[in-house]
Structures are given as C-alpha cells and as structure tokens.
C-alpha cells in the first residue's frame, strides 16, 4: 500500500489496555474466522464490537486490524509462508488468520514489534491453543526482523506488473488485468497512463473510503444534515461536488436521529449522481401518467438506497415510483428505507409503491408503462472493493458469466416497459468492461428503437464542477482514485419511437 494506515490511539486508561487491546485483537480475529465461513466483514464487525462493548479509538482499532488483515492478505500471505518456512497450505487456516492479524500489525499498522508479537502469541494461546502459540511466536519474531519494505521485496515478483501489483496492493490478478482494461476502454488513461493509474486505483481499495450521508431532498436539506451531525459531537461539511451529499469525518451514523427516522442515510455520493441523473435528463415529451405526470421504476430496488432518493425525488416532482425487488427479504428493506418518503407522499400527489417480483418480466408484464427506470443491476462489485474487504477474494471469473446473463435480461426486459420518449439509467458499481459497456452495447443492438445519450450532460446538471474527468462518454465511470466514490458506471438510454 502506497498510504499506510496510522494506528488510531487507545481511549483506554493505560492500566486497562492490554484488556481491551485483547479485545480488540479478539474481536477481530473472530471476524476473521467468520468470514472464512462465509461471513460478510461489514455485517460481523458491528455486532462483535457491540458484543465487546468496543467503542471509539478501540473500536477503531478493531476495525483497521480486521479490515486491513483481511485486504492485505494478498501481500502479507506469501511474508507468512517465507516466515514460517512451509507453503500456506501446511498452516491451520485458524493459525494462519492469527498470523494475518499479526502482520498487518507490524507491517501495515505502527504497533510497536514487541506489543505486536506478544498481543498476537497471546492471541494464539487463546484462539489456537498452546500448540500453535510457539509456531506463532516464531513467525512473528522472524516477521519483525525486516520492515515492510524489506519484505515486499522478497516477495514481490518484480514483472509481468500484473503479477507485481497483484502482491505489491493485494488484489487477485485477473481484478488487477480487468481494472486495467477498464481503465483504458471507459477512458480514464491512456497506454501512457495506465500502470499509475492502475497502482493509484488499487490502493484507493485498500484505503478505508470517506463516508458520505444523502440528505433526502424535501426530507431534510443538506445544512440541516450537517447540524444534526454536528449536534452529536461528530464533524460534517457538505460535499463539494454532490448537492445532497454531506462528508461525515468521523463519528457514528447510526447516533443521527435523521439517519434514524430516515430523512437521511449512509450513502456514496456517486449512487446520489446515478439516481440525480437519471432525474434531471429531459425526456421527450410530457409524462404519460393523467395529467402529465411521470412513473418511475426502479426494477432491482433492495436494499433501497437508490430507491430512497429516487422516493424522495418523486414527491418533488409529483411522479409515482414503483420500488421492484426480486427477493422478498430485501424488499422488506426497500419498504423501510422508504418509509419516510411514503409518508411525506401522503399529503402529495405522488404514490409511492413497494413491490416483490422479477424484473425479467416488467416489459412484458407493463409494456411503455414508465417515463424512467433505474436499472441498477446485480454486479461482481468490482468498484466497491475498499467497503467489502473479502470480495476480492470470493469473485472468480466464473461470476461475470452469469451475472452478464442476467444484466442483459434485466436490461433487455426493462426497455419494453420505457414509454416512447423515457429515459433508462442501467448502472452497476463495478467498472468491468463486461458488465458495463459491453452489455449496452448488446442490448442496443437489440433495440434500435432506443439511443444512447450523453451521460456527462447529466452529471455536469446534477453537481457542482464535475465537469472534467468523465471520459469521453457517452457512460459515465466514477472511479475511487478520481472522484473518492465507488467505482459506479451508468449509461443512460432514451426509448425514441
Ligand atoms: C445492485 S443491487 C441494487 C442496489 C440498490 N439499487 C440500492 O441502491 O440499494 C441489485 C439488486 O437486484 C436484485 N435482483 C436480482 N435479480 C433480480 C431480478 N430478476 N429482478 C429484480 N431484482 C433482482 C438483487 O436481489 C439486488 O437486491
């Protein structure tokens, strides 16, 4: 990693601290281990640091330890197995998860070597048992003995640049070639360009990402957001660029009571601009709903935070939503990230609905029935890496094909549904060239009643001085390294005849 993370200082009195640093260390390790059986790091660490009341610069702690061992360990797995002296297949995946642990704190976090390896064989004696504590003491001394630079040398292969950066910023290597790839074919670098590109790219994953809120517009203002924020001793500026979006520089959400009664959410400023977007473009010709009104659709809604704004937009415009999810459980979701929106649409004239069925259908089912529809479609998630810090690691190759299936049936199945004139946003938060471009491409081929049109425009409409770095369109890509987003593609269709 080109940033290394600084280690956030204990709120624990000196005399407690080797207690919670245990715990921290602990509820770390146990994420681990859940997510080796399928777990999700995002969803596992809240609930260890709540069961471990872990809280602030502890919680932080916890948090950096398992988020940047489980990142990291595309680097810090080869260091393991030089250190230890056998292939990584000969280690105890629990053991190893230790280890993971421990060499981040040396390599990727400035604990002292000492604290590192003696918190992590204490971690060991625990965890793995006596055993399995003198292994780990001995790799950890052995891991000590070099900085990170020292190590990333011996084992780092130094070409093809693929296979360096794969190591170098941990990352699969088939992501690393398809980033790259992506780089070039949505033009965001040129062959000049490419390889720092690439490099910055990778390490904005490894980096933990800003968090943005949405204030949903008539719900509550983006000043108003900031106050709330403020009011709960956290700190908040609006974003430069996107005008519903508010920066939190630190603090907990979820203390946020317009975060709790859903006037705002957590949610990335590039999402905003897709479902902002998809707004502001101009159809051709008046709604067709009685009186010139719009229905909108949102075909993959859950778990609704697309459709939060998108609800919240349709009470200001007087349209109708339709927030569509195939599996029920994530369309309870939608019905609650909507709840404040459907209320706020009982003194207007929009309806705002929630509903549980497949997408594949909706142009069948109702054809030339919206004036816009978002179809933000199940994706390898590829620009989303630094939220997720185990999928790199869980998507293959094998993925893309099925997802491409299916994007270009949910794509292919909506555009029937568009009324003559309405515009379709398809989107993805993942930049592959195979999930993006090249959907559209087939899917146009398909339709040549519908067009392209110029997704720049759109984005210049909806923020402030986002103007430069948007390719050459006509799909937009925000990338992590460029916008400080995640890496959102969308593409905007307009249904002619
Ligand atoms: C990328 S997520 C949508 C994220 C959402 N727009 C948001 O901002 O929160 C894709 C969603 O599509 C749903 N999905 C998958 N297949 C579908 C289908 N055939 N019809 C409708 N929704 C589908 C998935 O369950 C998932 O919730």
Same mark, same amino acid.
């Given at each position: 990693m080109s940033q290394r993370p600084t280690r956030p200082r204990s709120a624990t009195p000196p005399r407690a601290r080797g207690r919670s640093g245990d715990a921290a260390r602990l509820a770390a390790y146990t994420v681990l281990r859940s997510v080796a059986a399928g777990g999700y790091a995002n969803l596992e660490l809240p609930k260890e640091l709540r069961r471990r009341h872990l809280r602030g610069r502890d919680a932080a702690f916890a948090t950096e330890l398992t988020y940047g061992a489980c990142r990291l360990c595309g680097f810090y797995d080869p260091v393991i197995a030089l250190a230890a002296d056998r292939p990584l297949e000969r280690l105890d995946e629990a053991v190893l998860d230790t280890l993971r642990l421990g060499a981040h704190q040396l390599l990727g976090m400035r604990v002292p070597a000492h604290a590192a390896a003696d918190e992590t064989v204490?971690?060991?004696? !625990? $965890?793995?048992?006596?055993?399995?504590?003198?292994?780990?003491?001995?790799?950890?001394?052995?891991?000590?003995?070099?900085?990170?630079?020292?190590?990333?040398?011996? $084992?780092?292969?130094?070409?093809?640049?693929?296979?360096?950066?794969?190591?170098? !910023?941990?990352?699969?290597?088939?992501? %690393?070639?398809?980033? @790259? !790839?992506?780089?070039?074919?949505?033009?965001?670098?040129? /062959?000049?360009?490419?390889?720092?590109?690439?490099?910055?790219?990778?390490?904005?994953?490894?980096?933990?990402?800003?968090?943005?809120?949405?204030?949903?517009?008539?719900?509550?203002?983006?000043?108003?957001?900031?106050?709330?924020?403020?009011?709960?001793?956290?700190?908040?500026?609006?974003?430069?660029?996107?005008?519903?979006? %508010?920066?939190?520089?630190?603090?907990?959400?979820? /203390?946020?009571?317009?975060?709790?009664?859903?006037?705002?959410a957590v949610q990335d400023a590039g999402s905003q601009v897709v479902a902002a977007a998809l707004v502001a473009t101009p159809r051709t010709g008046p709604g067709h709903a009685p009186g010139g009104r719009e229905r909108w659709l949102d075909l993959c809604a859950g778990p609704g935070g697309k459709a939060g704004l998108l609800a919240a937009l349709a009470v200001r415009h007087d349209a109708d939503l339709v927030a569509n999810e195939v599996a029920p459980h994530r369309a309870t979701l939608v019905e609650q990230t909507l709840a404040a929106a459907i209320e706020a649409a009982r003194g207007s004239a929009s309806r705002i609905e929630v509903r549980t069925g497949d997408g594949r259908r909706i142009g069948a089912e109702e054809p030339a029935a919206y004036d816009r529809i978002l179809v933000d479609a199940p994706c390898t998630g590829l620009g989303a890496? @630094?939220? @997720?810090?185990?999928?790199?690691? @869980?998507?293959?190759?094998?993925?893309?094909?099925?997802?491409?299936?299916? *994007?270009?049936?949910?794509?292919?199945? /909506?555009?029937?549904?568009?009324?003559?004139?309405?515009?379709?946003?398809? /989107? #993805?938060?993942?930049?592959?060239?195979?999930?993006?471009?090249? $959907?559209?491409?087939?899917?146009?081929?398909?339709?040549?009643?519908?067009?392209?049109?110029?997704?720049?425009?759109?984005?210049?409409?909806?923020?402030?001085?986002?103007?430069?770095?948007?390719?050459?369109?006509?799909?937009? *890509?925000?990338?992590?390294?460029?916008?400080? #987003?995640?890496?959102?593609?969308?593409?905007?269709l307009r249904r002619e005849g």
């Amino acid at each position: 990693m080109s940033q290394r993370p600084t280690r956030p200082r204990s709120a624990t009195p000196p005399r407690a601290r080797g207690r919670s640093g245990d715990a921290a260390r602990l509820a770390a390790y146990t994420v681990l281990r859940s997510v080796a059986a399928g777990g999700y790091a995002n969803l596992e660490l809240p609930k260890e640091l709540r069961r471990r009341h872990l809280r602030g610069r502890d919680a932080a702690f916890a948090t950096e330890l398992t988020y940047g061992a489980c990142r990291l360990c595309g680097f810090y797995d080869p260091v393991i197995a030089l250190a230890a002296d056998r292939p990584l297949e000969r280690l105890d995946e629990a053991v190893l998860d230790t280890l993971r642990l421990g060499a981040h704190q040396l390599l990727g976090m400035r604990v002292p070597a000492h604290a590192a390896a003696d918190e992590t064989v204490a971690l060991a004696r !625990q $965890v793995n048992g006596a055993g399995a504590a003198g292994l780990v003491n001995a790799v950890m001394r052995r891991i000590s003995e070099a900085d990170r630079e020292t190590w990333l040398a011996r $084992v780092v292969p130094t070409e093809p640049l693929t296979a360096r950066l794969a190591v170098e !910023q941990s990352h699969p290597e088939w992501i %690393v070639k398809a980033l @790259r !790839q992506a780089l070039i074919g949505h033009g965001a670098s040129t /062959a000049g360009t490419v390889d720092e590109d690439l490099e910055r790219l990778l390490a904005a994953d490894n980096a933990a990402p800003e968090l943005h809120l949405v204030a949903r517009p008539g719900l509550i203002e983006v000043e108003e957001l900031v106050r709330a924020v403020e009011s709960t001793a956290a700190t908040a500026a609006a974003h430069p660029h996107v005008p519903t979006a %508010v920066v939190l520089d630190h603090g907990d959400p979820g /203390a946020i009571a317009a975060i709790r009664d859903g006037r705002a959410a957590v949610q990335d400023a590039g999402s905003q601009v897709v479902a902002a977007a998809l707004v502001a473009t101009p159809r051709t010709g008046p709604g067709h709903a009685p009186g010139g009104r719009e229905r909108w659709l949102d075909l993959c809604a859950g778990p609704g935070g697309k459709a939060g704004l998108l609800a919240a937009l349709a009470v200001r415009h007087d349209a109708d939503l339709v927030a569509n999810e195939v599996a029920p459980h994530r369309a309870t979701l939608v019905e609650q990230t909507l709840a404040a929106a459907i209320e706020a649409a009982r003194g207007s004239a929009s309806r705002i609905e929630v509903r549980t069925g497949d997408g594949r259908r909706i142009g069948a089912e109702e054809p030339a029935a919206y004036d816009r529809i978002l179809v933000d479609a199940p994706c390898t998630g590829l620009g989303a890496l @630094r939220r @997720r810090p185990e999928a790199r690691w @869980r998507r293959t190759t094998a993925d893309l094909a099925a997802l491409g299936t299916l *994007q270009r049936e949910l794509l292919g199945g /909506a555009l029937p549904a568009l009324a003559p004139g309405g515009i379709l946003a398809y /989107a #993805t938060c993942s930049p592959h060239l195979a999930e993006t471009t090249f $959907v559209i491409a087939d899917v146009l081929k398909k339709h040549p009643n519908v067009q392209q049109i110029d997704a720049r425009a759109a984005v210049a409409d909806v923020t402030t001085g986002w103007t430069e770095d948007l390719g050459p369109g006509p799909g937009v *890509q925000l990338w992590p390294h460029i916008h400080g #987003t995640d890496g959102m593609f969308f593409a905007l269709l307009r249904r002619e005849g």
